[in-house]
């Protein structure tokens, strides 16, 4: 009588070779190193990580401005726990979870469309974290010109991070070291447009609320950030805190 052959198994590791394989193909996954893919399921943590990430991301919904439930709530805990400036975590997609999805898509170098899709989930499993360029022992206030985004810092630590639209080419931001040298609460009528809460910082330059605050350069030279982003923000900020605007 032959032999009996015992039923194959397939390692786990063959498993796992087999999912990230179906997952680069899908282009939901960066191809890994030989090296890593031979190794055994507990000496390739990279491989396990980077498949359960990226499935873990791919099965969440795509979310936009509208959606609501569940997911959306996980979303906004996730940037709130991340220092973005959601407002009230609801599960309601509304205006300033837009705006903090984009501000988050500007610091991880995604494209700036407000839109959660599998990029910008698994972004936010492995997150760039924001620091600030200058430490103080209270408050200050950072704008990153190149990010377009607003920084509120507190030792050293970003403490909240604002979706910004600094000066167009035309009439670009001052750069520089300044403080805040005046606040107007309420609506400032300038010769460029309406103003809510100024700080104003240098001269006529100010952080200011906007209703328009695109993902992209597009102010008279003045930051702008969102009306309930500054409202959020202005009882933290005063006269005197220091202000850094940098490229």
């Known amino acids: 009588m032959l032999p009996v052959r015992p039923p194959t198994t397939r390692h786990p590791a063959s498993r796992a070779a087999l999912g990230m394989a179906l997952l680069v193909a899908a282009g939901l996954a960066v191809p890994v190193g030989p090296a890593s893919a031979a190794a055994p399921v507990t000496g390739a943590p990279t491989v396990t990580s980077a498949a359960t990430v990226t499935l873990a991301a ?3 919904p795509v979310l936009r401005q509208g959606s609501k439930g569940a997911a959306v709530t996980t979303l906004q805990r996730r940037l709130t726990a991340l220092h973005y400036d959601v407002g009230t975590v609801d599960g309601d997609f509304g205006p300033s979870t837009f705006h903090a999805v984009v501000a988050f898509q500007k610091v991880n170098g995604l494209t700036r469309d407000g839109i959660v899709g599998p990029r910008t989930w698994s972004a936010l499993d492995r997150p760039v974290v924001p620091k600030p360029k200058y430490t103080h022992p209270g408050y200050s206030v950072e704008a990153n010109l190149t990010k377009q985004v607003l920084y509120l810092a507190k030792n050293g ?20 070291n300044y403080t805040v040298q005046r606040r ?12 809510w809460r100024p700080n104003y910082f240098y001269n006529g330059y100010a952080v200011h609320g906007a209703t328009s605050v695109p993902a ?18 202005w009882s933290t900020i005063r006269v005197g805190t220091p202000v850094h605007i940098y490229r």
Not at 186 to 194: A, E, P, V
């Open 157 to 176: 630590t970003v403490v909240r991070v604002l979706d910004a639209s600094s000066g167009k080419a035309s009439t670009p931001t001052p750069t520089g």
């Open 58 to 60: 791919a099965s969440q």
């Open 184 to 195: 107007i609460d309420g609506w400032r009528q300038s010769d460029l447009g309406l103003l």
């Open 216 to 233: 992209y350069p597009a102010s008279h030279g003045c930051v702008r950030v969102p009306i309930p982003a500054m409202n959020r923000l």
